[in-house]
C-alpha cells in the first residue's frame, strides 16, 4: 500500500459529514490489497471491456473505455496486469497523459453477474513487449503495477447481455475493417500512413 492511503482530507470531509468515516476505514482495511486475488484474475481476463481513468500533468482528468475481446486483459504477475493499446482515433488522449503522469485506475464490471473492481496503480508503455507478438493490431503494450484492488458494492450495476461481438475487435481471427470515420473525405488526407493504424479506405 502506498504511505498515503486510500483518503485524503476531502473524503475525510465528507465521510465526517456523512457519519461514513468508520465504515470506509473499514473497507479499507479489509478489501485493499495489493496482490490479485483467484476470482479477480478470472473477471480480468474474461472481460470485454473496461474504464481507463488517467490524468495529464496539470491534473486534468481523462477516462476512456478499452475494450477487446476476452484475454485481452492479462494478469502477467501477482501485482500486475497488461493490456494491448489498439488502433484508435490517434489523439492519444490516455496513453499521453500516461507518459506525464504514470498514475492510473481501471474500472472493470461484470454486468451479467453484476460486479465491480477498482485497481490503481502505475502504468508503463513499451512497443518491445515480449507481450505485442499476443496480440495482433497492437500499437503499445501497457502494463500496470497494481498498489490498490478492491471490489465495489455492485448494487447500482444493471444486469445486461453481451449482445454481439464487436467485428473491430482485433484477433487472430480475422482482420477488422476499416471504420466508417476513417472513410470521410475530411479525415482522409490526415490518416496514419504507418504503423498499425495505417490503412486503405479505398
Given at each position: 500500500?502506498?504511505?498515503?492511503?486510500?483518503?485524503?482530507?476531502?473524503?475525510?470531509?465528507?465521510?465526517?459529514?456523512f457519519?461514513?468515516?468508520?465504515?470506509?476505514?473499514?473497507?479499507?482495511?479489509?478489501?485493499?490489497?495489493?496482490?490479485?486475488?483467484?476470482?479477480?484474475?478470472?473477471?480480468?481476463?474474461?472481460?470485454?471491456?473496461?474504464?481507463?481513468?488517467?490524468?495529464?500533468?496539470?491534473?486534468?482528468?481523462?477516462?476512456?473505455?478499452?475494450?477487446?475481446?476476452?484475454?485481452?486483459?492479462?494478469?502477467?504477475?501477482d501485482?500486475?496486469?497488461?493490456?494491448?493499446?489498439?488502433?484508435?482515433?490517434?489523439?492519444?488522449?490516455?496513453?499521453?497523459?500516461?507518459?506525464v503522469?504514470?498514475?492510473v485506475?481501471?474500472l472493470?464490471?461484470?454486468?451479467?453477474?453484476?460486479?465491480?473492481?477498482?485497481?490503481?496503480g502505475?502504468?508503463?508503455?513499451?512497443?518491445?513487449?515480449?507481450?505485442?507478438?499476443?496480440?495482433?493490431?497492437?500499437?503499445?503494450?501497457?502494463?500496470?503495477?497494481?498498489?490498490?484492488?478492491?471490489?465495489?458494492?455492485?448494487?447500482?450495476?444493471?444486469?445486461?447481455?453481451?449482445?454481439?461481438?464487436?467485428?473491430?475487435?482485433?484477433?487472430?481471427?480475422?482482420?477488422?475493417?476499416?471504420?466508417?470515420?476513417?472513410?470521410?473525405?475530411?479525415?482522409?488526407?490526415?490518416?496514419?500512413?504507418?504503423?498499425p493504424?495505417?490503412?486503405?479506405?479505398?
Amino acid at each position: 500500500m502506498t504511505d498515503a492511503g486510500l483518503y485524503h482530507e476531502g473524503n475525510h470531509t465528507l465521510q465526517e459529514q456523512f457519519d461514513s468515516r468508520r465504515i470506509a476505514d473499514r473497507l479499507e482495511e479489509v478489501t485493499v490489497h495489493q496482490r490479485f486475488l483467484p476470482g479477480e484474475r478470472e473477471m480480468i481476463e474474461g472481460a470485454y471491456m473496461f474504464f481507463l481513468a488517467t490524468a495529464d500533468a496539470g491534473g486534468w482528468p481523462d477516462v476512456s473505455y478499452k475494450g477487446g475481446l476476452p484475454g485481452f486483459v492479462r494478469v502477467v504477475s501477482d501485482d500486475t496486469l497488461a493490456f494491448p493499446n489498439y488502433d484508435g482515433n490517434g489523439m492519444f488522449k490516455s496513453l499521453g497523459n500516461l507518459l506525464v503522469n504514470p498514475k492510473v485506475g481501471l474500472l472493470f464490471i461484470d454486468f451479467e453477474d453484476p460486479g465491480r473492481m477498482r485497481v490503481q496503480g502505475t502504468a508503463s508503455l513499451s512497443a518491445d513487449d515480449p507481450l505485442m507478438a499476443d496480440f495482433p493490431g497492437a500499437q503499445l503494450i501497457v502494463r500496470v503495477k497494481a498498489e490498490r484492488i478492491f471490489p465495489n458494492c455492485p448494487r447500482y450495476v444493471h444486469r445486461m447481455h453481451l449482445v454481439e461481438e464487436s467485428i473491430y475487435a482485433p484477433s487472430g481471427r480475422h482482420t477488422p475493417p476499416v471504420p466508417d470515420w476513417k472513410r470521410m473525405p475530411v479525415f482522409n488526407d490526415a490518416l496514419p500512413q504507418r504503423g498499425p493504424a495505417a490503412c486503405d479506405t479505398d
